[in-house]
Nanobody
């Protein structure tokens, strides 16, 4: 059973930093694109950043210059370094990945930024 597990969320003051991790486990043959999404209360889930298997990245305009997505293929793990956090970044953050040709989601980790 392949699964994704996020960690690293928490409460931080405005201007602070957090680093999220997303670890894939199970019988893994291939991991394609991986991405981070967030969902604020009463809002739709939204793409934050994506990284392909070759390391190419893309970001939502709202996080460009503040967030950095990366991956360690040897550890089957993806990261999101979040700097200069703002209250509007408050949301549940989910990781997504294409693993063995199937779309997988993690369970989510809460990020709360206080003003």
């Amino acid at each position: 059973q392949v699964q994704l597990v996020e960690s690293g969320g928490g409460l931080v003051q405005s201007g602070g930093s957090l680093r999220l991790s997303c670890a894939a486990s199970g019988s893994i043959f291939k991991i394609g694109s991986m991405g981070w999404y967030h969902q604020a209360p009463e809002k739709e889930r939204k793409l934050v950043a994506i990284i392909d298997s070759g390391g190419g990245t893309s970001y939502d305009d709202s996080v460009k210059g503040r967030f950095t997505i990366s991956r360690d293929n040897g550890k089957n793990t993806m990261y999101l370094q979040m700097n200069s956090l703002k209250p509007e970044d408050t949301a549940v953050y989910y990781c997504q990945a294409i693993i063995n040709g199937q779309l997988k989601w993690g369970q989510g980790t809460q990020v709360t930024v206080s003003s």
